[in-house]
DNA sequence: CTGAAAGCGCTAACAC
DNA sequence: GTGTTAGCGCTTTCAG
């Protein structure tokens, strides 16, 4: 972390103007009334706004000409391209996408659907799917489900009712009747997180239940024998409870079973991690680990441990999943598996976009990614 | 926090097949090739996709009886609009929001323009807006700034090529050329999360300004006097440098000044807060409060003074911004201006819906929160 | 290289 | 109530 010290200017000082009454012209073409009359010859036939004919017009070419100097498709004389993208950009012609994604048969819109956007996860993920469509001209529309199926079907169909150029969605456990329609929506569909299934098209992400089992070997390892399960929303957040079957694998292959176990109905946040941790501790004495659904609700427990001076990891461990930023600086080790989040938001994206491109299926139709596991020392 | 101890279900355990092939159908209609031949006259003529005049006929009545029964418009004998309903289920009609919009004059789309999504705070704006479009048929569209200008007018000169039904941006420092096609738009312009200037239509949010000045006045009057200030980003994040302003603007009132300044040009990130802490207290000693730009830095402040035994908040006050959930659970307490995330980001879309729904502008304009300061005693 | 015609799928306007 | 006629703004033919 580069630092430096420099003198700090205060800023806007002149305009903080707190209680300006808000621009007039703007507010009455809001309201609905007086379209701006700025060309004069529009005030009687009401015209609405410059289209793709208007720069016809103003560069003195055909529509057609003028559509495809604008998007550089087929052959346009040099000259005449360029005429038209001066007239374009003179009368401020903005194009609609609408129109254009109409007549084409496909949107330039990337349908996201994600469970929560709460969730700092997620919100990760469409940073790397921002990430992955820069530069294309893709736009992404997203739709969150509270991890509820049915509102599931309902923001996945609305979706494709955009004709998007793709559709993003997460986990593989949609209902029957969402994957029929995903199925015969004739557009790719990656889905994200989970490849412990079968994908409707493509889908990259991670074992779930690998990244569970793989968690409990390294506590045992580690010598850990009397474990705790803390978890909130089990029942909705299916990669949850594939990681919990996963670890529970591993210890019943090593003949071991969980101790305590404490499902909090709540969303998983900090604070829902700190008080099921005090239960749970309160009520099994003698616990030396304790895994978590996720890392908000471990943190909840380091901040439980740190208030009460128990003393992790020596006495106890703790492990969530996911390796957030927050775990990294905490005064504590914990244990953690480190997903790769941006990274499989920006695979989806590629894989959306190389599809479309008309390349075809030539990309991997699984990608598995392998997170690595941080014992916390 | 109610949590019920249960006996955790094993999921799924026979599907975990890990390495099963994909299902061969969807990958060759990806593939482009093969349109399955459900409709055996359809073979011929390559038809596309069930349309609106296909329910039409389905139902025996004309597409504009079908298109007016499916959306509840106009009067359509219950009859027809029966039958209509039905063909339309069981051809599996979805419609195309495309057509209808460009058809009406406009989308069911809500931009939404954020400078970023890895930052929790604008990630629970975006839920607070899924709240509040909850129950209407719009859909958030989304775009990602970086907090760059140039990316931003970019971003919101494409979503207005979607024709939507109104645009939420955050700030209301944009470009002037950003400005000027917000509004010339025609379309509702919500700008969220500040209220220190002059909105194009609308604003929801909380003075900055005065965010940062009260919570100078709130750590004077607890007695502290030798004040540092760390943040990051302070160029592009001008909502920062206005609460910084505020600050200042206090302290100078006082006859006081930040003894010590650290402006990082990394992320905010709780690391970043850490380390950047970790300096400012080693070349300053006698520091008794630290103002961050926001909550993350703040907490990897208290992570610091956690871990290097400097006692929080007799010895050394630390104060951030937003009031975030891992805040409230941290072992020791902080200072923090509590923002209402959420409520801005349904504010926003009601506003929008209101608008829309033709009522014109008897909403507010400008819509200003007052958040608390909790000095974290 | 360029342009004219014909829609994409749907919905406002008007008829009936 | 219900159907017909025109487009929405753009792009895909297919002639020149």
């Not at 024998?225 to 919990?244: E, M, P, Q």
Request: hydrophobic residues 40%.
């Amino acid at each position: 972390m580069v630092s430096i010290p420099v003198s700090i200017p205060v800023v806007n000082r002149g305009r903080l103007a707190l209680a300006v009454p808000v621009a007039s012209r703007a507010l009455k073409r809001w309201a609905g009334g007086d379209r701006s009359q700025k060309h004069k010859q529009m005030i009687l036939d009401e015209k609405k706004r410059t289209t793709l004919a208007d720069v016809a017009v103003a560069a003195g070419v055909s529509k057609m000409t003028a559509s495809r100097a604008l998007r550089g498709a087929g052959d346009v004389s040099k000259a005449k391209a360029d005429r038209v993208r001066q007239a374009a950009k003179e009368i401020g012609y903005v194009g609609n996408h609408l129109a254009s994604s109409l007549s084409g048969k496909r949107s330039d819109l990337i349908g996201v659907v994600v469970p929560s956007v709460e969730n700092i996860v997620f919100a990760e993920v469409l940073a790397g799917i921002a990430d992955g469509i820069e530069g294309s001209d893709l736009q992404p529309v997203f739709g969150v489900t509270d991890y509820d199926l049915d509102k599931e079907y309902d923001v996945v169909r609305n979706m494709l009712s955009w004709k998007p150029a793709g559709i993003i969605v997460t986990g593989l456990d949609q209902s029957d009747a969402t994957k029929r329609i995903l199925e015969n929506a004739d557009v790719p569909v990656v889905q994200i997180m989970d490849v412990d299934g079968i994908p409707v098209d493509a889908c990259v992400g991670l074992s779930h239940f690998t990244a569970g089992k793989e968690m409990a070997e390294a506590l045992l390892k580690m010598g850990r024998k009397r474990f705790a399960y803390v978890g909130c929303g089990l029942d909705r957040d299916t990669r949850a409870a594939k990681r919990l079957s996963g670890f529970q694998a591993a210890l019943s292959e090593n003949g071991l079973a969980f101790v305590a176990t404490r499902i909090g109905r709540a969303r998983s946040t900090v604070k829902a991690g700190r008080d099921l941790s005090a239960e749970v501790l309160a009520s099994h004495p003698g616990l030396d680990c304790i895994y978590y659904s996720n890392d908000d609700l471990a943190v909840g427990g380091a901040y439980h441990c740190i208030a009460n001076g128990v003393a992790v990891p020596d006495e106890l461990v703790l492990a969530g999943f996911n390796g957030l930023d927050l775990v990294d600086s905490l005064p504590i080790r914990i244990a953690t598996t480190r997903t790769p989040r941006r990274e499989i938001g920006r695979a989806a994206a590629e894989i959306v976009l190389n599809s479309n491109h008309g390349g075809g299926v030539g990309t991997e139709r699984r990608k598995q990614f392998h997170p690595a596991i941080d014992i916390g020392v």
